[in-house]
Each structure stands twice: as structure tokens, then as C-alpha cells.
T-cell receptor, first 113, second 115 residues
Framework: KQEVTQIPAALSVPEGENLVLNCSFT??????LQWFRQDPGKGLTSLLL?????REQTSGRLNASLDKSSGRSTLYIAASQPGDSATYLC????????????FGGGTRLMVKP | GAVVSQHPSWVICKSGTSVKIECRSL??????MFWYRQFPKQSLMLMAT?????????EQGVEKDKFLINHASLTLSTLTVTSAHPEDSSFYIC???????????FGPGTRLTVL
């Protein structure tokens, strides 16, 4: 069964820390992997999209890596800020699943000032 | 980036009424749109895949006669919750694809409360 798992489910850190969010997936035959941010009661904001041929993508303080062989992706957030507090979702499009995204359960991040 | 809008952003209705939610891709054409629902503190659950000009494909356990989906144009898909009941209260989110390589872009969601 194709599944996406995110650990930890919740994370609380002091402002300024660098942090890593983890995402694992059970089948390495992916088309792409996408990281999203969701604020309470809001829709999803796309943060980074990594194609299967890529190893990482960067946007500002965010860096996402992809290791297909081990079925893992990490989202690195540098110098965290209270405004980074949100739920972060990892989602995969598998090669045999058309364009359908399979989501992980998310990591709820709280950055304390 | 590509922008997807939803209307309304929230709606409160009486049990038994029908509610229509619109999903629009504002600056691109979306051949495929997706409808999700999300319960509090849970991840998104895919309800159906909507392709322009054809019938929607529903996920297992989703009643197609209750959740009517229409994707009549490349920029608009609608979800109608028919004869809504309190258990249909949820956060409904749509997404659209601007070509597979650009990933999915999500709308801001619609909060439905059925009294």
C-alpha cells in the first residue's frame, strides 16, 4: 500500500532554531513530491515542489531534499520565526496514480518567541 | 504562482438544503481539479477527481449522488452538497493542476456548517 508518513506529528521550538521536518513514503516510484503549509482554517500554500529527478529545492529559508531510494524527504527551515507556526504537509504523486496527491498526516509546528 | 479561488469561504445552512461551492483557477486553465474534505486536526481526504468535460471520479465511500461535481469549463469546477446534514459539516478544499510538472495549487477552502 502506498502511504506517506510524517514524523513528528507536532513540534515546538524556540524562535531562531533551525529545524527539520521528516516525510517518508513507501514506494520510490514517485512522479513528484510537494511540501505545503496550512494555517488554521485556511487552505494549503505550496512551498516547494521536487520532481523525481531532482535532489532538492530551495526557497528563501526553506530547503527540501528528496532521496527516492530511501523513500524520504526532509524540509529544512532555517532561523525559524513565530510566523512559521503552521501545519506542514508532505504529499506525493506516484507514477501509477495519475495526478493524485497522497498526503502525510502533517507536522504541527509551533515556534515560540 | 498559480491562484485558485473558492466561493463562498464559509456557509451556514439548515439541514436538508443544498449548498454549491465554486472552485476557480484564476490565471491558468485546469484540465483537472480535485475536491477534498478535511476534519479538524486531520489531513486532507480526497473526495473526487474532476476532469473538464467528463464525469468526476469519486473515491471509495464518497456518495456521488450526494456530492455532485461539475467541471464545465477549464477554469471552474463546482461541488454541490445535496440535502446537507450536520455530518456533512466540514472544511472543503479544491485544488487544480497547471500541468503536472507545476504541482497542485489549492484554494483557500470553504467552511460548511449544517445546522
Amino acid at each position: 500500500k502506498q502511504e506517506v508518513t510524517q514524523i513528528p506529528a507536532a513540534l515546538s521550538v524556540p524562535e531562531g532554531e533551525n529545524l527539520v521536518l521528516n516525510c517518508s513514503f513507501t514506494d520510490s516510484a514517485i512522479y513528484n513530491l510537494q511540501w505545503f503549509r496550512q494555517d488554521p482554517g485556511k487552505g494549503l500554500t505550496s512551498l516547494l515542489l521536487i520532481q523525481s529527478s531532482q535532489r532538492e529545492q530551495t526557497s528563501g529559508r526553506l530547503n527540501a531534499s528528496l532521496d527516492k531510494s530511501s523513500g524520504r524527504s526532509t524540509l529544512y527551515i532555517a532561523a525559524s520565526q513565530p510566523g512559521d507556526s503552521a501545519t506542514y504537509l508532505c504529499a506525493v504523486v506516484w507514477v501509477n496514480a495519475g495526478n493524485m496527491l497522497t498526503f502525510g498526516g502533517g507536522t504541527r509546528l509551533m515556534v515560540k518567541p | 504562482g498559480a491562484v485558485v479561488s473558492q466561493h463562498p469561504s464559509w456557509v451556514i445552512c439548515k439541514s436538508g438544503t443544498s449548498v454549491k461551492i465554486e472552485c476557480r483557477s484564476l490565471d491558468f486553465q485546469a484540465t483537472t481539479m480535485f475536491w477534498y474534505r478535511q476534519f479538524p486536526k486531520q489531513s486532507l481526504m480526497l473526495m473526487a477527481t474532476s476532469n473538464e468535460g467528463s464525469k468526476a471520479t469519486y473515491e471509495q465511500g464518497v456518495e456521488k449522488d450526494k456530492f455532485l461535481i461539475n467541471h464545465a469549463s477549464l477554469t471552474l469546477s463546482t461541488l454541490t452538497v445535496t440535502s446537507a446534514h450536520p455530518e456533512d459539516s466540514s472544511f472543503y478544499i479544491c485544488s487544480a493542476i497547471e500541468g503536472v510538472t507545476l504541482g497542485q495549487f489549492f484554494g483557500p477552502g470553504t467552511r460548511l456548517t449544517v445546522l
